[in-house]
């Protein structure tokens, strides 16, 4: 696999080569860029990863590959050799998975040369070939209806919203799992089959796309399409044809690029993994054509996101969106708290950067993030986490193989098998180890190996044996990690302390003539400590070196825990339990971490029986959160000082209770604007926009557009809708399944801020409802606009 490898390095080099004589390019045009090894090098021993990976390889053995291909072969007018599966997979991202899977696969044979596993790949790559056949013409997709689809899309007929193109459920989005995917069966296992459908499949986008005007495509970007610039970067570097590069820059979506280009953080409201993705292009773009502004635009945005938008597991957002930066309330009051796909894609970001130009800061956050949140994310007998709630003594809930098909199961499949892609790096003649995590490294074209062996976290150091060809001199670069002091960590060589060294990039480099059999031991030495929420608000975690604490609180009303294949299963709906009554710390101490007691005989365990108020948690024992499933746990606590206590509980009572009676009022709800709430509620539209105002999002129409609520047994009676005082002079109307329900004119009389209309629905409208959902359609009056509509809850 090594020239594979290599040549795709190259590939990737020479454009910024031939532009060396802009500085800063230049200086990373050699040495300081770095190279991951390939998956097919590291190979992980006992440890909690290797665990990971092996449930990972039995949930994915247990899904059946006909399934998976039975969208490709309907649109290819091939007849399916396997009912197709249901929820996500059946209503619309037909194929999303199947994209998803060859990831996957790779990503598992390349890690442990499992030989069911490339059976299974090759069997999809001769599939999907036989389906890009019989199109005929490179086009290869599972998209319902996609072929005239995409015909329309040639012809220049786009309409696209955050989450539709042409009324199809993200089309390119989907799409782009199968590119991804074909990328990575080439890259990691050398499939050649898979480069060809890529390439007919890259050359199809071209010519489909090709009399379309940028103005269109920036249009048709506005539609979710993930990293679809990302892959045809890498074609560009897999061929060497600049054509490809090019498409690349046409997807790439301005609306984003152009504040990260003059360093603005535009971000709040913002469907974070729509984000992610198209930034992970700018920066593989810049790897590909030597575009520097373009990969400090990511690199900004990487900073962004990390300093100020992410909690301390390493995940971000709220509901998939980006909360304000300024404002983490959501956070911890919200049940769809940081979400998987994120993490995965900011890792793969991380990945870029780090090997771009290599600092440990980097690697700091891909740490903290694959221990506590990607590890944390599969149960330990199999199923993948959709949302990590941050809310207190809420759980999360975990996938089945046969019903499950969400785009963290997608991700989830992938993330497992590659925890090898960055515990080391290398340059010419150097090796890097950048994690400490119990694996073996063959780097067979220099003759080296090396086998770390480490209880890490558990212990707090790591040994690492060097086997050798024949003695020779290199540096060994170990990451000096953010969570060791200065002057603490330790290195010895067959026994004998080094004098250390910490570069500017945060490693220390052991520079030697190595001989087969000398062995380094590292002492990582680790403390507690306390972590704010980012906006400074009285919220904390406790991290000991980068591991975050948590504590399971209890098991009770773990409602779904195991998600059928209902559209919203994957959100833990069970009860809310009150803030106002979860644990919370009470210290007037400067330093809360020294109050920690670890329990004898169990590492990395802790009470905090002193600070932990009230009485009735005061045994909760605080323990890695990738260990803690199957329970509610607490990873942020509300902090006070016994001053502050009394205030503290009365305001979060008085908000809980307001908060609470809503909710159990509520027997339905859509946030407009949001793209998952408003995918779960069947939204249909025409001329109709989405936006967000003052941090909350919104949608309105010069057309109409509609949500299905549900409203079992006619329970909901009244219907609340949220609008802005600053939309004035509109006029529309509110309909419920096709019968005219309300009449609204917007006038001025309402201030500027945000209100609540109770609409009663009458006995005539609820005595014709049947079925469990009732049509909710807002439709603009001639020369009008309908809305802004900013929330919709239907009530008893």
């Keep these: 696999m ?77 007849e399916p050799k396997a009912k197709g599966y249901g929820n996500w997979e059946g209503t619309g991202l037909d194929g999303h998975i199947g994209g998803h899977y060859l990831s996957a696969l790779s990503n598992m044979y390349a890690a442990t040369g499992n030989q069911e596993v490339q059976r299974r790949l090759n069997y999809m790559i001769d ?21 005239a689809m995409w015909k329309d899309v040639a012809n220049g007929k786009i309409d696209a919203g955050g989450f539709s193109l042409n009324g199809k459920w993200v089309p390119w989005y989907n799409i782009h799992k199968l590119y991804a995917g074909l990328v990575d069966a080439y890259v990691l296992t050398g499939n050649t089959k898979a480069k060809d459908i890529l390439i007919k499949l ?71 993994n729509t984000q992610i993705p198209k930034v992970i292009g700018y920066a593989r773009i810049a790897e590909v054509g030597g575009d520097q502004s373009w990969e400090d635009a990511a690199d900004f945005f990487w900073q962004t996101v990390v300093a100020h938008r992410t909690v301390s597991i390493g995940g971000n ?28 894609n900011m890792l793969k970001l991380s990945k870029h ?25 599969q149960h330990p007998h199999g199923g993948f986490v959709y949302f990590t709630p941050m809310r207190p003594r809420h759980y999360r809930v975990y996938s089945q193989p046969d019903k499950g098909f969400w785009c963290c199961v997608g991700s989830g499949m992938e993330n ?140 009770t009303n773990l409602v779904g825990l195991r998600a059928d294949d209902s559209r919203m299963g994957h959100i833990a709906n069970g009860p809310l339990y009150p803030i106002e009554t979860a644990p919370l710390l009470v210290s007037s101490q400067k330093d809360v971490a020294s109050a920690l007691q670890q329990v004898p005989g169990k590492p990395l365990t802790f009470t905090a029986s002193s600070l932990i108020y009230p009485a009735q948690f005061k ?73 967000v105002f003052l941090d909350r999002h919104w949608r309105h129409a010069s057309g109409w557009f509609s949500y299905d609520l549900k409203n079992r047994n006619k329970e909901g009676h009244v219907l609340r809708i949220t609008y802005s005082g600053r939309d004035r002079n509109r006029s529309f109307d509110i309909y419920v399944n096709d019968k005219l329900f309300k009449t609204v004119n917007m006038d001025a009389n309402r201030g500027d801020g ?30 009008s606009v309908a809305g802004g509509i900013y929330y919709v809850r239907l009530l008893k």
């Design 2 to 78: 090594k020239s594979l490898y290599s040549r795709l390095f190259i590939l990737a080099l020479m454009p910024v080569i031939a532009f060396s004589q802009t500085n800063r390019l230049q200086s990373f045009s050699h040495t300081s860029r770095l190279q991951n090894f390939p998956l097919s090098s590291v190979h992980l021993l006992e440890s909690p990863f290797q665990q990971a990976q092996e449930t990972d390889l039995k949930y994915m053995l247990a899904l059946d590959p006909d399934r998976l291909l039975a969208p490709f072969l309907r649109e290819a007018g091939i």
């Design 127 to 147: 599939w999907i070939e036989k389906c890009q056949q019989q199109s005929g013409d490179g086009y290869v997709g599972g998209i319902p209806g996609g072929k």
């Design 202 to 272: 890259s050359d199809w986008c071209l010519e489909l796309t090709s009399h379309l005007s940028d103005q269109q495509m920036q249009q048709m970007m506005r539609s979710e399409h993930g990293g679809m610039n990302e892959v045809f970067a890498d074609v560009a570097a897999i061929t060497g044809d600049q054509k490809y590069l090019e498409l690349a820059k046409r997807f790439s979506h301005r609306f984003i690029l152009n504040p990260l280009l003059q360093h603005k953080d535009s971000l709040t409201g913002l469907h974070a």
């Design 317 to 344: 957002s709220v509901r998939e969106h980006f909360h304000p930066a300024n404002n983490f309330t959501s956070m911890v009051e919200d049940k769809e708290g940081p979400e998987t796909c994120n993490t995965y």
């Design 353 to 377: 950067l780090f090997l771009y130009h290599p600092s440990a800061s980097y690697m700091d956050y891909y740490e903290r993030s694959l221990y506590n949140h990607i590890l944390s994310s």
């Design 416 to 555: 497992h098998g590659k925890y090898g892609e960055l515990i080391y790096a290398h340059n010419d003649k150097d090796v890097f180890v950048n994690l400490f995590i119990p694996s073996t490294l063959a780097w067979k074209e220099r003759g080296i190996s090396i086998t770390q062996k480490t209880k890490f976290p558990f212990e707090e150091k790591s040994t690492i044996q060097l086997k050798l060809q024949k003695p020779m001199q290199f540096a060994l670069h170990v990451r000096y990690p953010s969570w060791v002091k200065n002057g603490r960590m330790k290195v010895l060589v067959n026994g004998k302390e080094v004098k250390l060294t910490k570069d500017t990039a945060s490693y220390v480099a052991i520079n030697r003539l190595w001989k087969s059999g000398d062995v380094v031991t590292l002492s990582l030495p680790m403390e507690t400590k306390v972590e704010r929420l980012p906006d400074g608000s009285d919220w904390v975690s406790f991290v000991r070196g980068p591991i975050v604490l948590a504590a399971a609180t209890d098991t």
């Design 619 to 691: 045994n909760l024992q605080l323990v890695p959160f990738f260990t803690v499933h199957d329970a509610r746990y607490i990873i942020y606590w509300p902090i006070t000082n016994p001053e502050g206590l009394e205030k503290r509980k009365q305001t979060i009572r008085e908000a809980e209770e307001a908060r609470l009676a809503l909710e159990a009022r509520t027997v339905d709800q859509v946030a407009p604007g949001e793209q998952q709430p408003e995918s779960d509620h069947n939204f249909q539209g025409e001329k109709t926009e989405s936006g």
């Design 754 to 783: 945000f209100y609540d209309v109770d609409y009663e629905l009458p006995s005539d409208i609820l005595n014709s409802l049947t079925g469990e959902t009732m049509t909710v359609k807002f439709v603009a009056h001639s020369g």
